[in-house]
């Protein structure tokens, strides 16, 4: 089955940065809608970016500013660049593929962002 590998999560002290990466041998995320979701214990899971096929972008107003979604095709990855981040954005945060027309879909295993002082 497809992979999805995420890296880059750990321990920040608020209004610090980080950045995540997901990366994938087995489809080519330039021909995919990719999105970047967190989900906070007992919570529901949130989309809080989306890259799509042809370079657009979109935020969740509450990242909208601080965080910034990109791709490189040649390294077939996506990033997830968070800056300012606040303790309450304390979560899990994953990476998903999803194939234009409703087809399938891809999760990564998620990366584990902790905000704390």
């Known amino acids: 089955q497809v992979q999805l590998v995420e890296s880059g999560g750990g321990l920040v002290q608020p209004g610090e940065s980080l950045s995540l990466s997901c990366t994938s041998s087995?489809?080519?995320?330039?021909?995919?809608?990719m999105r970047w979701y967190r989900q906070a214990p007992g919570m529901e899971r949130d989309v809080v970016a989306m890259?799509?096929?042809?370079?657009?972008?979109h935020y969740a107003d509450s990242v909208k500013g601080r965080f910034t979604i990109s791709g490189d095709n040649a390294k077939n990855a996506m990033y997830l660049k968070m800056n300012s981040l606040q303790p309450e954005e304390t979560a899990e945060y994953y990476c998903?593929?999803?194939?234009?027309?409703?087809?399938?879909?891809?999760w990564g295993q998620g990366s584990q962002v902790t905000v704390s002082t």
């Open positions: 998903d593929a999803d194939e234009v027309g409703g087809g399938d879909g891809y």
């Open positions: 087995e489809i080519t995320f330039s021909q995919y809608i």
């Open positions: 890259l799509t096929a042809s370079g657009g972008t």
